[in-house]
């Protein structure tokens, strides 16, 4: 089965400006996590999305957003980007909803100048 | 005092030490409890799965959990340098019907050949 897929690998952006990650989860895979990861403060869990619906959130502000598809795939928003923002952005699949392993993609690196 | 605490090293080895990696937790709510392993520029990648008290091993990887101690370890025998990567302990967490994952900050562990 191929892996997580995330587009794109790197992005970079100004301050002000919005942005919007992808994630193709692994096929049959129904839960798609967003994850933040950062030196200062490591790995933080954005949020959790299981058949098109928000099961669970992290302690972000409302600039970023989400949403899954019908075909499970799905993307991420922030909006009024900070410097603070850079960060790799990580999509983690999972057959379901708890209980179980979660896989990771290879990330989106963005640089917000 | 944070949920998960993991020292962030780095820890360098020589090729063929035993490496011990340790993370601590308060949140006595964790039910399962996972090792993932993270090279460089690169999404974190499963290396154990564990979700009781005890020991479980897999080639040259064991996973100790100790629920009564909150403490959870993995032991790295052999240890190459195809073994330098990051390692971070996760748990899971089980809120509103779906999981969420809490991440220790990782070790930086380098062995030298």
């Known amino acids: 089965k191929a892996g997580v897929t995330q587009t794109p690998r790197y992005l970079i952006k100004t301050r002000g400006q919005q942005v919007t990650l992808s994630c193709s989860p692994i096929?049959?895979?129904?839960?798609v996590s967003w994850y933040q990861q950062t030196p200062g403060q490591g790995l933080q869990f954005l949020f959790e999305y299981f058949s098109e619906t928000q099961r669970n959130k992290g302690n972000f502000p409302g600039r970023f957003s989400g949403r899954q598809f019908s075909n499970s795939r799905s993307e991420m928003n922030v909006s009024t980007l900070e410097l603070g923002d850079s960060a790799l952005y990580l999509c983690?699949?999972?057959?379901?909803?708890?209980?179980?392993?979660?896989?990771f993609g290879p990330g989106t690196r963005l640089t917000v100048l | 005092q944070k949920e998960v605490e993991q020292d962030p090293g780095p820890l360098s080895v020589p090729e063929g030490a035993i490496v011990s990696l340790n993370c601590t937790y308060s949140n006595s709510a964790f039910q399962y409890f996972m090792w993932y392993r993270q090279y460089s520029r690169k999404g974190p990648e499963l290396l154990m799965y564990?979700?009781?008290?005890g020991n479980k091993e897999d080639g040259r990887f064991t996973a100790q959990v100790d629920k009564s101690s909150k403490y959870i370890s993995l032991f790295i025998r052999d240890s190459q340098p195809s073994d330098s990567a990051t390692y971070l302990c996760a748990m899971s967490l089980s809120q509103g019907g779906s999981e969420k994952l809490v991440f220790g900050k990782g070790t930086k562990l380098t062995v030298n050949p």
């Open positions: 983690a699949s999972s057959p379901r909803t708890s209980g179980g392993t979660q896989y």
């Open positions: 564990t979700y009781s008290s």
């Open positions: 096929s049959g895979h129904r839960s």
